[in-house]
């Protein structure tokens, strides 16, 4: 081959140069320039070492076969590389995943089959596949002695490749030795929004391109790609910047900058600057950022807990503020253990729950688990599987339940009880005088005995003559319809007997419940009721009971309000009745400002108390028709209905802030607190999750304004 087709071959590989490493100059062996000796281009698959692929000058270049090389793995190089060198150099194998598809540039001396020592400069990236341990490597192995040289060339050939430079995509500009712009090509003029003669003359470092690096901090001057190729006197590659161009129009750009040698005198002359409009993929990216942004402050400030486990090892990832909270761990203790110490279960029970988790894509479980003081809570755990950055992880919210639980298991408990109880009840009347009545369904008599008349405070002789008439004077009025429904029952043969619970009226004046039974006994020949009998009880008692267990399971023990699942019932029962044009439910959000403070300085027994004086604030600024609870820790609940103008809500808000914020004294102690207030109002059509959200999303806000004040949910147009 002549000198010159060699020339031409070095032009070719220095214009391949200007645009950067690509993927495409390494795809086959024949695709490398003939005969060049200052650069080798390689091909690692990672999954399939075997398909790897290297440039033809191989041989050329190293005098090496690849036959010699052997199976090329991620490092291939370093097996050749300097002892000395080895140990700075950056392995491509245990590449972090952040620098995946960046190019990473090394510089270090490799051995020559004959023994010599080249300096080369090895510029490399890997690019992720799809299998975690998949991907490629695409790179570059230079011999920068041969600079000088191909500088050279360019100058002696410049005729010769001023087509090219005017035909390739990418933006070409050439500097001079004091980095003025003294040539650019067609792509460039049209990338940068200039004509020839207008950036003609500009320094690489203008203060008309404002340019940012792709943190959007300003480049210092001498941080300017072709500043820097000709100070240092070697290439840069792969610059990415944010440059201003007309129209104040700005795009990102990546630049590689070669610098240019006199052929007679070695010394810098200029150099060649090429770049590529990358601005597509720099708002992919920031767009990916953003939505990262967004998860994460979606994860962190989410009140309930949350975790992210590696569903191989059970490692716990990351977990967010209210699962620190609520486990007692920092931040980085959390994400230092794994899941089996926090999940009191077995081992074999957690992997398959996990497993579950896996196959189904979803799962729910109850479990306990420990937190960090050694105490023991159960739990309802909803997860599902969520991929992250190419890898599986599973997504666990988890809802603290031992109060309901303990509700649940008391109200069983107390069911048992009460049915106990009436069995009792019963075996009494039976072995007793109970009270017992008979009524002549034809006239209307009826006949009690002394037992019936005294469970209403009265003697017989008060009550006789009795009727039908005055038994239901003595019966509740929203008991009738009940009573006069199952009779009617009764007679037209669709129940066997008569079974009735209903408050009778006492002769103070109070209200007692009774427990009705009887049985038609005689029929007239045409099927009609003529004589029902039955027994009379008092089960006023049981009904307390009944009553007390019924408050207990929907009530905060500590307050005494209302608590979450009373709530519920009572939000969802509210906007069912309300009507779309009338008046609205209001819900406020309360949560306390500072209290975990009192708890760590004062001590829980303190906390609790603060928290009862709180409640009783609360109260004392709302109707008696307005719902208030407790709905767990320090925060409130108040739903108001029938409410026509919110700021009747604002008003109560504001007396609540003041009230609230009075020092409450306790074991000796002054405890001022502040209260943060979420407001929202819907009626007709709105869910009950959604009124909770909008109040919960204008409580977030009243804390982010400095707390102990209050925001109404302002998503759109006041419905009232």
Not at 32 to 50: G, Q
Not at 422 to 442: F, P, Y
Request: charged share 25%; aromatic share 6%.
């Amino acid at each position: 081959m002549t000198t010159e087709s060699k020339t031409g071959g070095y032009l070719e590989n220095v214009l391949d140069r200007l645009n950067g490493l690509t993927v495409s100059g390494v795809s086959c062996e024949h695709d490398a320039p003939p005969s060049d000796t200052d650069s080798l281009l390689y091909f690692i698959d990672l999954a399939c070492p075997e398909k790897s692929s290297f440039s033809a000058n191989l041989k050329q270049m190293l005098g090496y076969d690849i036959s010699d090389l052997g199976v090329p793995g991620a490092d291939w190089c370093l097996s050749l590389a300097h002892p000395d060198d080895i140990g700075r150099l950056t392995s491509l194998a245990t590449l972090p995943p952040e620098m995946c598809g960046k190019t990473l540039t090394r510089r270090f001396r490799i051995r020559h089959r004959n023994g010599e020592w080249l300096d080369v400069i090895d510029q490399a990236m890997k690019i992720p596949g799809a299998d975690p341990q998949g991907g490629t490597i695409v790179g570059m192995l230079r011999n920068p002695s041969l600079y000088r040289k191909i500088s050279v060339a360019l100058q002696e050939s410049n005729r010769r490749y001023q087509h090219l430079l005017e035909t390739i995509p990418d933006g070409v500009m050439v500097y001079d030795a004091r980095g003025t712009i003294v040539k650019s090509n067609l792509a460039a003029q049209k990338m940068l929004g200039l004509s020839a003669s207008a950036l003609l003359g500009l320094k690489a470092a203008d203060n008309c391109w404002q340019a940012v690096d792709q943190h959007g901090h300003p480049f210092c001057p001498d941080d300017f790609p072709v500043v820097r190729a000709l100070q240092r006197q070697e290439p840069v590659y792969g610059v990415i910047m944010g440059i201003q161009c007309a129209a104040d129009r700005r795009i990102w750009v990546r630049i590689n900058a070669q610098p240019l040698f006199d052929a007679e005198t070695g010394q810098t002359e200029g150099a060649v600057v090429s770049f590529a409009d990358v601005s597509d993929l720099k708002n992919a990216e920031t767009a990916i950022a953003e939505r990262e942004s967004l998860y994460r402050q979606m994860f962190d400030r989410n009140p309930a807990v949350k975790l992210l486990i590696d569903p191989l090892t059970g490692k716990i990832v990351d977990a967010n503020k209210a699962a620190c909270d609520f486990y007692g761990y920092d931040h980085a203790t959390l994400r230092s253990m794994v899941i089996g110490q926090i999940n009191v279960e077995n081992g074999d029970v957690i992997a398959s729950s996990v497993q579950k988790i896996v196959d189904n894509g979803a799962a729910s479980f109850s479990f306990r688990h420990r937190l960090a003081d050694g105490a023991i809570r159960d739990v309802r755990v909803n997860s599902g599987r969520i991929m992250l950055n190419g890898s599986e992880y599973i997504n666990s919210i988890v809802f603290d339940v031992t109060e309901r639980n303990e509700y649940e298991r008391r109200l069983i408990k107390a069911n048992r009880q009460l049915q106990l109880e009436r069995q009792r009840l019963d075996e009494i009347v039976r072995a007793t005088n109970a009270g017992t009545w008979e009524w002549n369904v034809q006239t209307g008599e009826i006949r009690l005995n002394e037992r019936w008349a005294e469970i209403g405070g009265y003697t017989l002789e008060e009550l006789m003559p009795c009727n039908v008439d005055r038994w239901i004077d003595l019966c509740h009025p929203d008991d009738v319809e009940t009573i006069t429904g199952l009779l009617n029952r009764h007679f037209d043969d669709e129940i066997d007997q008569f079974d009735c619970e209903y408050r009778l009226k006492h002769k103070n004046g109070s209200w007692v419940w009774v427990l009705d039974r009887g049985k038609v006994f005689e029929w007239s020949e045409d099927g009609k009721p003529l004589r029902l009998s039955g027994t009379h009880s008092d089960i006023t008692l049981s009904k307390e009971i009944e009553q007390r267990i019924r408050h207990m399971a929907l009530s905060d023990p500590l307050t005494g309000l209302g608590n979450r699942r009373q709530f519920e019932d009572q939000l969802a029962g509210a906007l069912a009745k309300c009507r779309a044009g009338g008046r609205h439910v209001v819900l406020l959000l309360l949560d306390l400002d500072n209290f975990k403070m009192v708890n760590d300085t004062f001590g829980h027994p303190v906390g609790d108390a603060l928290l009862v004086d709180v409640a009783e604030r609360i109260r004392k600024q709302f109707r008696e028709s307005d719902f208030i609870a407790r709905l767990g820790g320090d925060e409130f609940a108040v739903l108001l209905t029938n409410v026509e103008d919110i700021a009747i809500a604002k008003k109560a808000a504001l007396r609540v802030i003041d009230h609230v914020s009075h020092p409450s004294h306790i074991e000796g102690h002054d405890i001022k607190v502040g209260v943060s207030i979420g407001i929202s109002a819907g009626c007709e059509g709105i869910l009950p999750k959604t009124l909770y959200w909008q109040a919960d999303r204008a409580l977030y806000q009243a804390k982010e304004a400095g707390r102990n004040t209050f925001r109404v949910h302002q998503a759109r147009p006041s419905v009232i």
